[in-house]
Every structure is written in structure tokens, then in C-alpha cells.
């Protein structure tokens, strides 16, 4: 009984030489940041109050939301040192652009920050319950790249939505100006009868300009924050035709004839390279299958990669090397068009 009292007390104290310097750690950053909060300018605090104010007596109060958040978003970002320094990074800018594609109203550096620190944490526990090392590995890499697939994928899956709405977007901007509609009012439109994606991003842009930016700026900032071809070439035509004139609705029927036989075509080649991506996932998944039958089959012969340090070392750089040769064969089967 003594035994367990003391074995208790020991491993209380353990926990408590690195639990509580962490609260206390995250007690005073929230106090610094609470502080700094109440010390800004009372312009920046009525700058947050209009734009959290939901009031007025607008139809669609959605047409409004991407472009506060943006703009919210950013302000905290000045507001943060430690995410004002992070965002200067070549990575923070690359992951918030991916967040912006996806259409995730977080912010870049702390979504970071908060991945790092959960990563920490869960190598953390793994030392404490005594688990092996490359377990503890695996769990922080895990914890840090599994929810940056999964907005990788979920950006992947809204780009291929734009992209095939494209078409009916600039179609019906065209019926729109060619109705007598002025620019501005065809995005209206498009943000009004189109769904999303398509509605939140030109939602936004018609927001932008609302609020004081011009459109060609607004438009320049969606064709940045999506990435496409396809929109660079509506954003060129559109600061075109404000400079030196022209049938833009004209000019917007060709684009759209265009990008659907670019979609066709890329159709054509995915199918094409079907076999291609299929093999590189079938390679990826061929040694995990083959090592898990192996652990049925003969366990005493796998224990050798999972219970030896230089197994658990071979099986993270197999797992590393697995998944640089799926990027590669990604990367060879995936034809620009």
C-alpha cells in the first residue's frame, strides 16, 4: 500500500513539473493578449463593432460575410505580434492562400501556431505513457498534417466546382450588361442566382467594392485569392475594358467558349492519365497492406521493424519516401491545360 502511495505521489509530481508551467505559461500569454485588446485605439474597436454589426436591412446578409471576416481576420493578425512576425513567412502565405481556396475564414499563422502546439501536446502524452518513439513520431506528424489534407482536399474539391461553373458565370454576366446592368450589378447577379462556390466569391467582390475599394482591385484580390488561369483571364479582360473601352459582354461570351473546351480537353487527359494515378496509390498502399498481413501471418518476423530502433527509424523513412514518390507520381501524371 505504501508502495502505491509513493508510486502515485512520484508520478503526480512528474506530471506536475510539466503541466503546470504550461498553464501558467498559457494563463499569461491570455492575460498579455486580453490587455493589449482592451489598450487599442478606440478607432480599431469602432472599426470591429460596424463590422460585426448584423444589423440593417439588407436582403442577404451572406453577400456580406466573407469580406468581414477577411477584413476582421487581418486586423487580428496586426493586432498579434507573434502572428504579424509569423505571416511575413513564405509558408504562412502559401497555407493562407490554401485556407482562402477553400474557403476557411481562419488565419494562417495561428492555425499554425494551434497545429504546432496540439502536435506538442499529443508528443507530450505519447512520453508520458511511455510509448515508443517513432509512435510518438507518428502521432505528431500526424496531428500536424492530416488537417492540412484535409483542407487540401476540401480546397482541391472547391477549385473543380469553380472551375466548372466558370462558364455559366461569365454567360450570364454577359446577359447581364448586355440587359443594361452595370458591372458591379452583373456581379450582384452572378453572387444572387449562381451557387457556391462561385456565389461566396463574387459575393465578396461585390462587398469589396462596397466598401470603397474599386472594382478592378476587388476583382485583382479574387483572381490572388483563387488561383486560376481561367479567372486571371476574366480579371485582364475586365481591367482592359475598363481603360480603353469595348463590348465586354462580347469578350465575356469568348471566354466562356474557351473555358469550356479547355474543360473538355481537360477531361480527355484526366481520363488518359487515370491509369497513372491509380498506380501511384496502389504503390502507396501495396507495402502498408503487405506489412499488416506480414503482422498476421509471421508476427515474430515483423516485430523486428516495430519492436528494434533501427526497425522504427526504416519504418518512418519507408513511410517518408511511400509519400514523396506518390507527390512525385502526382506530379508527372497531373498535365497543365
Given amino acids: 500500500m505504501m508502495i502505491d502511495i509513493l508510486g502515485q505521489s512520484s508520478f503526480m509530481e512528474e506530471w506536475g513539473i510539466y503541466i503546470l508551467p504550461l498553464v501558467g505559461s498559457v494563463m499569461l500569454s491570455y492575460a498579455i493578449f486580453s490587455l493589449v485588446r482592451d489598450l487599442r485605439k478606440p478607432e480599431s474597436r469602432k472599426v470591429s463593432d460596424r463590422l ?6 439588407s436582403g442577404d446578409k451572406s453577400i456580406e460575410k466573407a469580406a468581414k471576416a477577411s477584413i476582421l481576420r487581418q486586423q487580428r493578425e496586426m493586432e498579434s505580434s507573434i502572428a504579424a512576425t509569423l505571416a511575413k513567412l513564405s509558408i504562412i502565405a502559401a497555407l493562407q492562400r490554401m485556407l482562402d481556396q477553400a474557403n476557411i475564414q ?17 508528443a507530450g502524452v505519447c512520453h508520458f505513457l511511455k510509448v515508443d518513439l517513432w509512435i510518438t513520431i507518428s502521432v505528431a506528424a500526424g496531428i500536424m ?5 484535409v483542407i487540401f482536399i476540401m480546397r ?22 448586355r440587359a443594361g446592368h452595370s458591372l458591379p450589378n452583373a456581379i450582384l447577379v452572378v453572387s ?18 462596397n466598401l470603397g475599394i474599386k472594382v478592378e ?24 475594358q475598363r481603360q480603353t473601352g469595348g463590348d465586354l459582354a462580347e469578350v465575356l461570351d469568348n471566354i466562356s467558349a474557351v473555358i469550356r473546351d479547355r474543360i473538355k480537353l481537360f ?71
Fill in 192 to 209: 444572387q442566382q449562381l451557387p457556391d462556390p462561385v456565389r461566396s466569391e463574387f459575393a465578396r467582390v461585390f462587398h469589396e467594392q
Fill in 52 to 57: 460585426r454589426d448584423d444589423g440593417g436591412n
Fill in 145 to 149: 498534417l492530416l488537417p492540412i489534407l
Fill in 106 to 122: 481562419w488565419s494562417a499563422a495561428r492555425t499554425l501556431i494551434h497545429l504546432v502546439g496540439a502536435a506538442a501536446l499529443g
Fill in 267 to 337: 477531361g480527355m487527359v484526366k481520363a488518359l492519365t487515370a491509369e497513372g494515378r491509380l498506380s501511384g496509390w496502389v504503390l502507396l498502399a501495396l507495402p502498408m497492406v503487405v506489412f499488416v498481413l506480414e503482422m498476421v501471418v509471421n508476427p515474430q518476423y515483423a516485430e523486428k521493424l516495430t519492436d528494434t530502433e533501427m526497425g522504427q527509424y526504416m519504418l518512418i523513412a519507408g513511410a517518408v519516401m511511400q509519400l514523396m514518390g506518390l507527390a512525385m507520381i502526382q506530379k508527372i501524371v497531373n498535365i497543365k491545360v
Fill in 217 to 240: 482591385d476587388a476583382l485583382k484580390n479574387m483572381a490572388k485569392r483563387v488561383g486560376m488561369m481561367d479567372v486571371n483571364f476574366f480579371v485582364t479582360a475586365v481591367c482592359i
Fill in 156 to 177: 482541391k474539391i472547391r477549385l473543380n466546382k469553380l472551375l466548372n461553373q466558370l462558364p455559366d458565370v461569365f454567360e450570364l454576366m454577359s446577359q447581364a450588361l
